[in-house]
């Protein structure tokens, strides 16, 4: 049976600092708020914004920022699945907002509980909350933890002289650490995708094949000069470096179609990055793999990575019984206007 929930998604975001006359410095620091409030319905669930209560979290920097809260209603079975219904419309609205301010706007809490009618200060009921300051990522910004798949070296040691590598190997070792520097599962793959295309241009074999038409047929020769067609083709010669290294030809074919993900060829939702961790933990073991065969390094010499471990989202929720409170009810006599909502 089907249970009415309300999501409460506390989002700062930074106030504005007002000039003086003619665009002279003010002669007093005062940040103004600017956090948009109103109504509306996105779909069938209703949905209000507004200043978060003054017993926002400890710990943000809430003399320039401003505590906004994202209020969502909706009817499911659970609390889990009420988050999954409204979570298209939080990172829309969360994407609105960052495009406008030039800063990015993330959710450092949410709050779910079970606002099922009848419903009084006071009482009890179900809630879970991903509690300050991880809050709650939505997809695109999920960042994962590997767990053992790495064997790193114990002691590590500082060179005794520098050493200038091969520009496309400088290149390739740029591209790797910044992965390693990488705060979302995206960025990471996208970076050592980066990394494994400069390494393929250095070391990998060279596929060449005839034109191919759209629809399928290849052509050997032009037909007006009969010259070969033949010439090196990119995205041949990445999949055949890829099976260099052992792996397996659905791993292949699932790397190479995440890789079109630069090229915008599916959304940063649930099912367009589905299994993203797993295969971040494939394309970085197999750059190191090439990165060490470049830089002279053996291959049963650390740092060693793997993959197929567990990978972790650093994103926690707890949740039981709390006692409904004025905040989680304040909104219940509102009646928003309907908002439009198209899948872009």
Not at 118 to 123: A, C, S, T
Request: hydrophobic share 45%.
């Amino acid at each position: 049976m089907n249970r009415v929930w309300r999501i409460a998604a506390l989002v700062p975001m930074r106030k504005h600092i007002p000039m003086g006359d003619n665009g002279s410095w003010p002669e007093k620091l005062q940040p103004i708020g600017r956090f948009p409030v109103g109504g509306a319905l996105f779909g069938e669930h209703r949905f209000v914004s507004s200043v978060w209560p003054d017993a926002a979290p400890p710990g943000e920097d809430w003399f320039m920022q401003e505590a906004g809260a994202l209020i969502f209603w909706s009817s499911a079975e659970d609390a889990h699945k009420a988050v999954a219904q409204v979570e298209v419309y939080l990172d829309y609205i969360l994407d609105f907002l960052s495009f406008q301010i030039q800063q990015p706007v993330k959710i450092v809490q949410l709050d779910v509980v079970d606002l099922t009618p009848p419903v009084r200060v006071g009482e009890m009921r179900d809630y879970i909350s991903y509690p300050y300051p991880l809050g709650y990522m939505p997809p695109k910004l999920v960042g994962s933890v590997h767990m053992g798949t790495y064997q790193t070296v114990l002691y590590p040691q500082i060179p005794s002289s520098y050493v200038k590598l091969e520009k496309h190997v400088q290149r390739a070792v740029d591209w790797y650490v910044k992965s390693l520097h990488a705060t979302t599962d995206a960025d990471a793959f996208i970076l050592l995708w980066i990394s494994l295309e400069v390494l393929a241009d250095l070391m990998g074999e060279k596929v060449a094949e005839a034109t191919r038409l759209r629809c399928g047929h290849e052509i050997e020769k032009c037909p007006e000069c009969r010259k070969q067609t033949a010439s090196h083709r990119q995205g041949e010669t990445l999949r055949a470096f890829l099976k260099s290294f052992g792996i397996a030809e659905d791993d292949v074919i699932a790397l190479w179609r995440l890789r079109q993900i630069v090229h915008g060829a599916f959304r940063f939702d649930a099912d367009g990055v589905n299994n993203l961790a797993a295969r971040v933990q494939v394309l970085r073991a197999i750059v190191m793999a090439a990165l060490k065969l470049a830089l002279g390094v053996r291959p049963d010499q650390p740092p060693l990575v793997g993959f197929g471990g567990p990978a972790i989202t650093p994103m926690v929720g707890i949740g039981g019984n709390k006692q409904i409170t004025e905040w989680d009810v304040c909104f219940e006599d509102r009646s928003p206007v309907r908002v439009a909502y198209s899948d872009r």
